[in-house]
């Protein structure tokens, strides 16, 4: 495991040999910073809305979650999530480790 843990989320609640578990919580307008998953990972959204995903080639994503849904992505390119709702967005990321690099 790398010494340097790229941060996906808002802040890293869990990590064992397995999984790597964050909370993501965004503020209606607000963004994370662009990063990319060094691995395969599973979200489930706490609080739902309208959010988007803009990869670093500039495409874009529109995505709307609702509570309780939960999504499976392969790890790929960099790209940050933006809240373009009006409501608060929440979800928790569980980076499956042994997919990774």
Do not use: F
């Not at 307008?29 to 990972?41: K, L, S, V």
């Not at 500039?58 to 849904?69: L, Q, Y």
């Not at 960099?78 to 990321?93: D, F, K, M, Q």
Request: charged letters at 20%; proline letters at 6%.
């Amino acid at each position: 495991m790398p010494d340097e843990i790229e941060q996906v989320g808002t802040k890293l609640v869990h990590q064992d040999e397995n999984v790597r578990i964050w909370t993501l919580e965004l503020a209606p307008g607000e963004e994370t910073t662009i990063h990319q998953h060094p691995c395969d990972y599973v979200y489930v959204v706490v609080a739902g809305g309208q959010t988007e995903t803009v990869n670093i080639d500039s495409t874009i994503h529109p995505g709307d979650d609702r509570t309780g849904d939960s999504v499976y992505h392969q790890a790929g390119p960099p790209h940050l999530l933006r809240n373009v709702g009006t409501t608060h967005y929440s979800n928790i990321i569980v980076e499956l480790l042994s997919t990774g690099k």
